[in-house]
């Protein structure tokens, strides 16, 4: 009973280096999000998407790219990493939009710690 | 952007007491949210909050939906050690994806 897994769970990188964060659901779910954890400053949403092969942009965008080629996958890319991407990385998805009335959560991972030096 | 005041920012309580965070906005929320992480944790969902006015109960936890839809309130009854986490509140206006989230309440419980 995995629901969301994220890999890897801690990495550091240099600045300038690229990598990208795998999410992965095992629940068929439609939606899957990115958010960052900042001290202070709760979740913001980076990305997400509303089924396989959909993206969109959430609040904090800019410095990431995303892909969902496959359902159960939702991948956030990094091309150039810069130390205000250091964060901790969550992922979620949820079977139905947040605002819908069907009791549906969102799942999250248990995160990816970053470090850009 | 849009943005929730959640307070307070941390509490720190004795074991048994009860407990009341809010949540409020100057924008009008459809749905509001209540998740607790735990250290080293992502959140997990507590309660969730559809209409204006509705007040609903998870074991020793209760909510409401304010009725303005600007605020929302998280009481705890009766508080014990496994109450330690950080509470999020977040709000949901309608569109896709974005689910605003307050910055947190940090709980302390002493035993």
């Known amino acids: 009973n995995a629901g969301v897994t994220q890999t890897p769970k801690f990495r550091v990188l240099k600045t300038g280096q690229s990598m990208t964060l795998l999410c992965a659901q095992d629940?068929?779910?439609?939606?899957m999000y990115w958010y960052r954890q900042d001290p202070g400053m709760g979740l913001r949403l980076i990305h997400y998407?509303?089924?396989?092969?959909?993206?969109a942009k959430g609040e904090v965008p800019d410095g990431y790219n995303v892909s969902r080629l496959k359902k159960q996958n939702f991948l956030l890319g990094l091309e150039s990493a810069a130390p205000s991407q250091t964060s901790v990385y969550f992922c979620?998805?949820?079977?139905?939009?947040?605002?819908?009335?069907?009791?549906?959560?969102?799942?999250f991972g248990d995160g990816t710690r970053l470090s850009i030096l | 952007g849009q943005q929730l005041n959640q307070s307070p920012q941390s509490m720190f309580i004795q074991e048994g007491e009860d407990v009341s965070m809010n949540c409020t906005s100057s924008?009008?929320?459809?749905?509001w949210l209540w998740y607790k992480q735990d250290p080293g944790e992502g959140p997990v969902l507590l309660i969730a909050?559809?209409?204006?006015?509705e007040l609903t109960s998870n074991g020793r936890l209760t909510a409401q939906f304010g009725t303005t839809r600007k605020d929302s309130f998280l009481n705890i009854s009766a508080s014990i050690p496994s109450d330690v986490g950080i509470y999020f509140c977040?709000?949901?206006?309608?569109?896709?994806?974005?689910?605003?989230f307050g910055k947190g309440t940090k709980l302390s419980v002493k035993p």
């Open positions: 909050l559809y209409k204006a006015g």
């Open positions: 998407s509303v089924g396989e092969g959909t993206t």
């Open positions: 979620a998805s949820s079977s139905r939009p947040p605002g819908t009335v069907s009791n549906q959560p969102q799942h």
């Open positions: 629940m068929n779910h439609e939606y």
């Open positions: 924008s009008i929320f459809n749905t």
């Open positions: 977040a709000g949901f206006r309608g569109s896709q994806g974005n689910l605003i």
